[in-house]
């Protein structure tokens, strides 16, 4: 009597190794829990160093059960292979109360302490918009977790390559400790990549403070350094250039209107850096800044300047004018300026001209956003000059701001133009032009 064969088993069971972790890569946590429980193999395959390499623990003011869910059980994996993390990325979603504030810092505190004890391999930390000098966060629990949290970067700090404080919201005391706590080992820092931006609360001139430039002088590898204009002195640029002119590739600056921005930065100490750091691209971000006195003080001919984004949507007076930015500011840039964003309430002045004239300027511009008054014209003459090989765009999004009476008009007039250009828009072009209207 020939012998029962075995039940054919599913493809799936012999599945090797690599392609599971691959597959449980793009799998969520609860799909993962689900799935170690299907047999021994997947069990052994989800313990896979691989799959925790990265983390995103995300704390929600009203958190719904389903978020409470998520939140506890990145916690929970965080403590289970915490041993495996590379990058960490902390987000807090719309913090509210000083409730939310005091369980964040318990948390946090466990999550610090937990990684300290058994990572060894963390790379990468990002903690976004703490916004720490809010009401809701009592002065006890702000300086509780600044401790917890410098405790944990002087731990991290010898394999520590990015970190991300965008939005803290610290003193000047505050945030040049937590940067010295990244040197306290060595007394150099080794980091590539430093996001700062809004690092410091607002009104602080860190431009003129020594223990800033203390602090900025242990960084001797930057590779991307992202602040906010408040921080630029001649003192800044010359610690760059000492320390890390080899290696330094972006500077990244945002300014904005309520922070500092008025301080005297000669173009010799720009001009000493970009040449000692030739592959240097400087992108500018500015908020609510739009007076060409101000700009031009900022905007000097040494700097190494990639990309300009202008943001003023809320100016609309009529005794400032952005022709001269447009005319005699940024055209300086001409050689290497390569992305420009510009979002203007420029009602009482048109602009079609100046800034046709600056994009022909601009060989190497391969990226225009524009949201602002303008024709529909100015579209149909941009596609004709691309067209004609005298502009190297790849990118082009404008939103043109119209009375709502016109917009039927206008609308018809895009699509005119669109099709009369369909094949080099379908082609070569990132393109996306609408009409709004300001009503």
Same mark, same amino acid.
């Given at each position: ?5 075995? #039940? ?16 449980? $890569? ?7 829990? %689900? ?30 059960? =389903? ?46 302490? $937990?990684?300290?004890? $058994?990572? %060894? ?74 996001? /700062? ?15 800033? $430039? ?6 001797? !590898? ?37 922070? #500092? ?16 750091? #030739? ?10 800044? /739009?007076?060409?006195? %101000?700009?031009?003080? /900022?905007?000097?001919?040494?700097? #190494? ?39 203007? @309430? @420029?009602? %009482?002045?048109?602009?079609? !001209? =100046? ?13 225009? =956003? ?70």
């Amino acid at each position: 009597m020939e012998e029962e064969s075995e #039940p054919n088993q599913s493809p799936w069971a012999h599945l090797p190794d690599v392609c599971l972790r691959r597959i449980f $890569h793009w799998s969520n946590d609860r799909d993962r829990s %689900h799935a170690a429980l299907v047999c021994r193999n997947w069990n052994w395959a989800m313990h896979s160093g691989s799959l925790w390499k990265s983390r995103t623990i995300t704390f929600y003011s009203r958190p719904s059960r =389903e978020e409470t869910w998520e939140l506890q059980s990145a916690l929970w994996y965080v403590r289970k292979f915490g041993k495996y993390l590379e990058h960490l990325d902390i987000k807090l979603q719309n913090p509210y109360s000083r409730a939310f504030t005091r369980t964040f810092q318990v948390k946090m505190r466990g999550v610090f302490s $937990h990684l300290s004890k $058994h990572n %060894h391999c963390l790379r990468s930390l990002s903690i976004e918009y703490l916004g720490l000098d809010r009401l809701m966060w009592k002065n006890v629990v702000r300086a509780q977790f600044l401790k917890n949290l410098s405790a944990f970067l002087k731990r991290m700090n010898k394999r520590l390559d990015y970190l991300n404080l965008k939005g803290a919201r610290v003193t000047l005391e505050e945030g040049c400790e937590l940067l010295n706590s990244l040197s306290c080992s060595t007394n150099i820092s080794s980091l590539s990549e430093i996001n /700062i931006e809004d690092f410091f609360s607002l009104h602080l001139p860190a431009h003129s403070s020594a223990l800033f $430039h203390q602090a900025m002088s242990k960084f001797h !590898n930057l590779v991307i350094l992202t602040f906010n204009y408040n921080c630029i002195s001649d003192e800044l640029l010359d610690i760059l250039r000492e320390h890390s002119a080899h290696s330094l590739r972006t500077l990244n600056i945002k300014c904005h209107s309520q922070d #500092p921005h008025e301080q005297v930065v000669w173009g010799i100490s720009w001009a000493n850096l970009a040449k000692r750091a #030739p592959t240097l691209s400087v992108n500018f971000f500015f908020e609510r800044i /739009i007076r060409h006195d %101000h700009l031009s003080k /900022i905007l000097l001919v040494e700097i #190494p300047v990639s990309s300009i984004n202008l943001r003023s949507y809320n100016f609309s007076d009529p005794e400032v004018t952005l022709r001269p930015t447009l005319t005699s500011l940024l055209p300086a840039y001409c050689h290497v300026l390569q992305q420009l964003t510009l979002e203007l @309430n @420029n009602d %009482h002045e048109r602009l079609d !001209n =100046e800034l046709l004239q600056l994009v022909l300027s601009c060989q190497r511009l391969f990226f225009l =956003e524009v949201w602002a008054f303008l024709s529909v014209t100015f579209v149909e003459r941009l596609l004709q000059n691309r067209a004609d090989g005298k502009c190297s765009l790849t990118t082009l999004k404008v939103r043109i701001y119209t009375a709502p009476q016109e917009t039927k008009k206008e609308e018809r007039l895009l699509h005119d133009i669109y099709r009369r250009f369909k094949f080099l828009i379908d082609s070569e072009l990132h393109y996306f032009v609408v009409v709004y209207s300001m009503s």
